[in-house]
């Protein structure tokens, strides 16, 4: 089986924005569903509903992947699950580092979507030497010490960084080093990296912060209504505030890249 060395996704050569890019995921996760079922067919409508994006945007970003569907039959769900799987480069194993297995590295490590999606689990690291042979969802744990080692002995070029937000770029600075081009980071900080290399962020925090401000936003709707003043510029003040974080084609992003 070839591995992540071996091939990188040719998405951005092919020209397919990445807010396409962003959202094909969404649909592979709602084809798989219908497969499950064994549903054959589906169509644009019922698809996009399925990944919560409107069946316009779904047909002009299946376009891009050269998918345009039947009239009145809709698009095949195994041949649409094959296509996008891989174009996300998804038809092959890619092996992944964790690095930081405190709570969240372990409930990483416990997730059994990865070998499902196309992810395997290469290994954990850890700073700490009490952690060093302990397994985690039945993988033992290395220590950082190794990491350089792990990492060309894998042939690993995606890792998890899931330390504390001081250790996050002395690790980021080691994983790149040694050869990694793909990181997820889940510390609360915001790593620099050198051009090649992509970064994804992930902040739970932050979510949480956004869906606050909406859930205040909504007291203060209810409060001036209950009032009787008028709500009108509420709305108006969320679609400016909406469209501030909107990417080019209107789409706000669901993860912000680092």
């Known amino acids: 089986m070839a591995t992540g060395r071996t091939h990188r996704p040719a998405t951005r050569s092919r020209g397919i924005p990445e807010a396409t890019v962003a959202r094909l ?12 079922r064994s549903v054959p067919t589906v169509s644009s409508e019922e698809l996009a509903a399925a990944a919560g994006v409107n069946s316009a945007k779904l047909r002009k970003d299946f376009s891009y992947l050269g998918s345009y569907g039947t009239r009145g039959v809709g698009y095949d769900v195994e041949y649409l699950v094959y296509q996008i799987s891989r174009e996300l480069g998804l038809t092959q194993d890619w092996p992944v580092v964790i690095v930081g297995i405190g ?11 990865f070998a499902s999606r196309g992810f395997r689990v290469a290994a954990l690291i850890d700073a700490d ?3 060093a042979g ?4 039945g993988i033992p744990v290395q220590h950082t010490d190794d990491l350089e080692k792990i990492i060309k002995d894998n042939g690993v070029s995606i890792g998890v960084i899931a330390t504390p937000a001081g250790a996050a ?25 050198p051009d ?3 970064v994804r962020k992930v902040d739970l925090s932050i979510e949480l912060q956004i869906l606050a401000f ?17 709500p009108a510029t509420a709305p108006r003040g969320m679609a400016a505030d909406a469209s501030a974080d909107q990417g080019p084609d209107g789409d706000v992003p669901a993860v912000m890249p680092a």
């Open 25 to 36: 995921p969404l649909y592979l996760r709602a084809l798989t569903a219908l497969s499950e």
């Open 103 to 113: 709570n969240l590295g372990a409930a990483l490590a416990n997730y059994g979507g």
């Open 129 to 131: 030497p009490a952690m």
């Open 134 to 137: 302990k397994p985690v969802a």
């Open 169 to 193: 770029q002395q690790v980021c600075d080691r994983l790149v080093a040694a050869g990694v081009t793909s990181i997820l980071n889940f510390a609360p900080t915001v790593l620099s990296v």
């Open 196 to 198: 090649g290399v992509d």
């Open 214 to 230: 909406h859930e205040q936003r909504k007291a203060g709707e209810e409060t001036a209504a209950g009032d009787g003043a008028l």
